[in-house]
């Protein structure tokens, strides 16, 4: 069945570094591809999205980059800080419609060090 | 405050217990979707309703059931509960499909079963 892929499950940078997470997702007909953050204890929030028809978005800190050919896409957050540390998860839309729905990755845990 | 609700935050119970989850959407969401986090684990998909309907059936267990009623606020029932259960259980509701515009996620039930 459909499939999300997402690595690395944890990850450690120092602060001001960059850090990037990767996603492969098995459905070509996926056209979506949200990111969420998840902070301990609390609910997943959405923070970026791409759709197919785009190669790459931006806001400020965060980009995403989508590449169809390959299936797959990143998330990369620059300058890191502190409060960036958290579980991210990546998704991939599956079906349209009334029965459109998503698919995650298992999550990276985003460590960022003073 | 995301606009979905989630009743009630925390719950202990013991095992073989049957317990009901409440969630409420966004007001004019018509799609409720479940989802199960056990402890560093990641979002596990249960199960979708669209405007009173199932639409998608994840890795729901039969001891587990939902419904969406007509005023389209869910719930989930759990029975004979076993220690495994014990986990963040997600309601996330979207407008209309979560393949094009992904969806918002409530805070959480805690349930331990002991």
């Known amino acids: 069945g459909e499939n999300v892929e997402q690595h690395p499950s944890t990850l450690s940078v120092q602060e001001g570094d960059s850090a990037v997470i990767k996603c492969t997702y098995s459905?070509?007909?996926?056209?979506?591809f949200p990111w969420y953050k998840q902070e301990l204890g609390k609910r997943p929030q959405l923070i970026i999205d791409?759709?197919?028809?785009?190669g790459e978005k931006k806001d400020q800190r965060i980009a995403v980059t989508l590449n169809k050919t390959a299936k797959h896409f990143s998330l990369h957050i620059t300058e890191t800080q502190p409060e960036d540390s958290a579980v991210y998860f990546c998704a991939a839309s599956i079906g349209s419609g009334s029965q459109g729905n998503l698919i995650f990755g298992k999550g990276t845990k985003l460590s960022v060090k003073p | 405050d995301s606009g979905v609700t989630q009743t009630p935050k925390h719950l202990i119970t013991a095992t073989g217990q049957r317990v009901t989850l409440r969630c409420s959407p966004r007001?004019?969401?018509?799609?409720v979707y479940w989802y199960q986090q056990s402890l560093d684990q990641g979002l596990q998909f249960l199960i979708q309703y669209y405007n009173g309907e199932e639409r998608a059936k994840g890795n729901i267990l039969e001891r587990f059931s939902a419904q969406q009623f007509p005023d389209l606020h869910s719930e989930l029932n759990l029975s004979s509960l076993e220690l495994g259960d014990s986990a963040l259980y997600f309601c996330?509701?979207?407008?209309?499909?979560?393949?094009?515009?992904?969806?918002?996620f409530g805070s959480g039930t805690r349930l331990t079963v002991v």
């Open positions: 007001s004019g969401d018509l799609s």
């Open positions: 791409i759709r197919s028809n785009v």
């Open positions: 996330a509701s979207s407008a209309r499909s979560a393949g094009n515009y992904g969806y918002t």
């Open positions: 459905d070509s007909a996926s056209n979506y």
